[in-house]
């Protein structure tokens, strides 16, 4: 049930009235409404502009990544002040711990939050900034031609601060987001990954390329591979903590498992599959730079990054016969719909319809 207590007060005692189905109990002498969602939402608008609705005994402080190891955000905690710069409070991050958010939101969510709130430097407390403040910040991001990907993660930064740390859900579900728009995912030819590969001399860099590739991972699961996730003997990979904390097994190429053993006998990695000269974990930027070069030497014109080799992995799969269910698991997208998109881009349907200029 959700409960519901307050000061006696007639207008919040007849807005009370018009909520679905309130009763009293006397076992916990509170008004009390069904717990769902649609009931939660007739709280919130009852009672926008009247009251503040104290949800802080209500909502629990479940992880929403709760196979994400644990997360400590002290960097940010021990950056020294500078030119009057505004840093989060203290809940914020607490918050972001207590509920193992992965470190690059953290780091994104501490960003955009930031800027938030220096932008509003001369107001005293967070609480005093509504509804209006905030369509006045995203409308400053629109004229200054930020992208909608930034102009989303600045709005899911606020809102977490209002509606998560302070629990105040959907105070602020007004807010309108940019209209998301269907863009296709951009895709190569075979032949083209296929020059990538052969024309990278470099073991190494030749495994990442062809890992990239042959098991759809992004460059973040690349990173996070280990040593003991190859299963030669299954042929099979297991990526650990994926996008949502998922783990999820995906495909191991044979041609790229000789490869790999090469590459291990020289290099002699000793915990992440790909390391740094001291042992440290690979770099993004460092695939970024391999799977840049690998293009050029390709003589692909347009600009390639990591993503691109996923993508092209679901496609090709497709063109190929495979079930989009399979091709589903093997990327780990929790929604089907995900995976549909790949359907507009595979040309193996559009190579049985005759050009009517042919």
Same mark, same amino acid.
């Given at each position: 049930m959700i409960g519901l207590k307050f000061y006696q007060d007639k207008v919040i005692h007849g =807005?009370?009235?018009q909520l679905p189905n309130p009763r009293w109990s006397s076992q916990?002498?509170?008004v009390v409404l069904s717990y769902k969602p649609e009931n939660l939402h007739a709280i919130f608008s009852t009672f926008k502009g009247v009251a503040?609705?104290? &949800?802080r005994y209500f909502f629990t402080n479940r992880p929403i990544n709760p196979g994400n190891e644990d997360l400590t955000v002290d960097q940010f905690r021990r950056r020294k002040s500078r030119n009057g710069w505004r840093? &989060?409070? #203290?809940e914020f991050y607490q918050k972001l711990e207590i509920r193992k958010y992965s470190l690059n939101t953290a780091r994104i969510y501490i960003a955009m939050f930031e800027k938030f709130i220096n932008h509003y430097k001369d107001v005293d407390s967070l609480l005093e900034l509504g509804e209006y403040e905030i369509r006045n910040y995203l409308q400053t991001l629109v004229i200054s031609n930020r992208s909608d990907t930034y102009i989303n993660q600045s709005i899911n930064a606020i809102k977490f601060y209002y509606e998560v740390v302070?629990?105040?859900p959907n105070r602020f579900y007004e807010i309108e987001r940019p209209i998301k728009k269907e863009r296709l995912p951009e895709v190569l030819a075979k032949e083209d990954v296929k020059k990538m590969i052969d024309r990278t001399s470099n073991i190494k860099h030749r495994c990442i390329i062809s890992l990239l590739y042959s098991a759809g991972l992004r460059r973040s699961e690349l990173l996070n591979l280990k040593i003991t996730d190859i299963d030669s003997k @299954? #042929? +099979? +990979? =297991?990526? @650990?903590?994926?996008?949502?904390? /998922?783990? @999820?097994y995906t495909l191991l190429s044979r041609n790229l498992l000789n490869n790999l053993r090469s590459y291990y006998r020289i290099n002699e990695p000793k915990t992440w599959l790909f390391e740094s000269y001291d042992g440290s974990q690979y770099s993004g930027a460092s695939v970024q730079k391999i799977v840049k070069r690998a293009a050029s030497k390709a003589g692909i014109i347009k600009r390639v990054v990591p993503h691109m080799l996923r993508h092209s992995f679901a496609t090709h799969l497709l #063109?190929?016969?495979t079930d989009l269910r399979y091709i589903q698991t093997l990327l780990g997208h929790k929604s089907s /719909?995900?995976? #549909? +998109?790949?359907t507009h881009v595979a040309t193996n349907v559009l190579a049985g319809i005759k050009n009517p200029l042919d």
């Open positions: =807005l009370v009235k916990f002498s509170m503040w609705v104290d &949800c840093f &989060c409070p #203290e302070n629990q105040m @299954r #042929e +099979i +990979i =297991l990526v @650990r903590n994926g996008k949502g904390g /998922k783990d @999820r #063109e190929a016969g /719909k995900t995976t #549909e +998109i790949y």
